[in-house]
Every structure is written in C-alpha cells, then in structure tokens.
C-alpha cells in the first residue's frame, strides 16, 4: 500500500489526520487567546504609581488621569499628625509598576477632628484622673485646688474657663483644667444660694463660693435634658454658716413653680431676719 492510498483509505491514516487537525486548532486558539489576554491587560504597557499621600482625593484624581489611572477611596481614618482631608495611604505604594486602568486604592484622613466624650472624673483621685484623659486624647493643662472634704478628689473639670459636663464630646488633644480638693478650709462662710440654677451653674456658683456640690438628685429621671432641670432644693440651706470645701447636695425640677416657691421663701426669710 503507497502513501497515498494509506492516508486516504486506511483507517490509521483517517485517525492521524483528526489528530493533527485537533493539535492546529489547538495551536490556533491558544494563540488568538494570548493575543486578546494581551490587548485586554495592555501587557507591555505599565507606568509607575506616582506618591500621592499628603494630597487630597481631587488633587489626586487630577494626577492619576495623567498617568491613565483611576483614584478609589476605600476607608478613611483619623491621625492627628496629617492635614484633615488628606490621604494617608495607597495601595499599590508609590513607585509601584501597574498596568494602565488600574484603580488606586486610597485612605484618607476624616475631614473633621475626632471627638471625645468627657469622662466622668469627679470624686477620682487626681492621677487615675489624669491618666485616663491622657489614655483617651485630652491633656490637662493645669490643676487649681480649691477646698473640699476629701483631698485629693477631681472636684470640676474645666474647658476653656467654664465647667463641663461628663459625656460633653470634646476635640481631640483639649487642653483641660481639674479642679482639686484641697482639703477642708478654716474659714466659715455662708452657704450661697443655688436656687434657680441649674446643674452646671450650680457647680460654678459653689465652688466660686469655696463649697462643691454633693450628692445630685432629679424628682424625675431627666432623658438627655439635664440642663432644663433647676435647682429648688438645697443642703445645707441658704445662709447656714459652713466651712469651705463642704459639700451641698442638690435637688432639681422642671416644675417652675417648686422653684419659684423656694426662691420666694428664701427671699421672704430674708425680708424677716431684716
């Protein structure tokens, strides 16, 4: 049997020939593969990632369309030490080698400083005190002592000259004023009158007057109004001789006419004893 008639009409001819044929269009759609992975994945065609940290999303956006790259935020953090605003992080770093289209994954710095809510440091010693502003971002610029029963105890906080609740959200690094128990005074004054004030007030007026306010109490659970509730009852009562440092305890209401009860009979014990 010649050639010809073996790849013709032999069944191994016939088998041979399918094999060669699958192995070609084997070969052929592997290389039109390669070719459309190369067009789509620009091979060959890579540009350096350019630094972008310290400039903010738009600046960086402008950038990377030179460079036939996209911006992309994905998270954003807080740190005190860069511009509000500003990235703080890439990924792929800068320098890096990347295909064209690509998108640049950024961090950026939040645009507003962090705020944190004032602990509840009265009657904390001052230390613990101290140490737990500093653990959560506030500092304390300075300690004022003034009389008190117990020595040593947080009596106020102070935020630019004027008390502050706890819970108040403060910005980050606020400088802050503790005001300290001395310890009780020789002199016996006059308990002043808080009637009418109220809470943050109240604290004021004490402790300018040498006193600290003791125990707190609401004839009705107040739900985020604190500041509404004022004073219409006191201890010790207004006038009585005490030493410096001790403590008023005070109750308060939104009912404005306890309050204006009291006021009128503080006022009319007064008329009386002149």
Do not use: C
Not at 16 to 29: D, G
Not at 136 to 146: A, E
């Amino acid at each position: 049997m010649d050639f010809k008639t073996f790849w013709k009409e032999s069944t191994a001819g016939f088998i041979i020939k399918r094999i060669l044929l699958a192995i070609i269009l084997f070969v052929a759609l592997a290389w039109t593969t390669l070719i459309i992975i190369d067009f789509y994945t620009h091979h060959g065609e890579s540009v350096n990632v350019p630094d972008l940290q310290g400039l903010y999303v738009e600046e960086a956006d402008n950038l990377l369309g030179t460079y036939d790259l996209d911006a992309l935020v994905i998270d954003s953090v807080y740190v005190k030490e860069k511009a509000l605003g500003t990235i703080v992080e890439q990924i792929p770093s800068a320098n890096s080698s990347v295909k064209k289209n690509r998108s640049i994954f950024l961090v950026v710095n939040k645009k507003q400083v962090k705020m944190i809510p004032l602990p509840d440091v009265n009657d904390v010693s001052f230390r613990q005190a101290d140490a737990l502003l500093k653990s959560l971002g506030l500092r304390v610029s300075n300690v004022v002592y003034s009389p008190s029963e117990f020595k040593d105890l947080v009596i106020d906080v102070r935020y630019r000259g004027a008390h502050i609740a706890p819970g108040t959200r403060l910005p980050e690094e606020s400088s802050l004023v503790l005001v300290i128990g001395s310890g009780l005074g020789e002199n016996i004054s006059s308990v002043p009158s808080l009637l009418g004030m109220n809470l943050t007030g109240a604290k004021s007026e004490a402790i300018s007057a040498s006193y600290v306010i003791g125990a707190v109490k609401y004839d009705v659970t107040p739900v985020g109004d604190e500041d509404k509730y004022m004073v219409y009852k006191q201890s010790p009562e207004v006038g009585q001789e005490m030493p410096d440092g001790a403590r008023i305890n005070i109750w308060l209401t939104k009912d404005a006419s306890l309050v204006e009860e009291a006021v009128k009979s503080v006022e009319e014990e007064e008329e009386s004893f002149f």
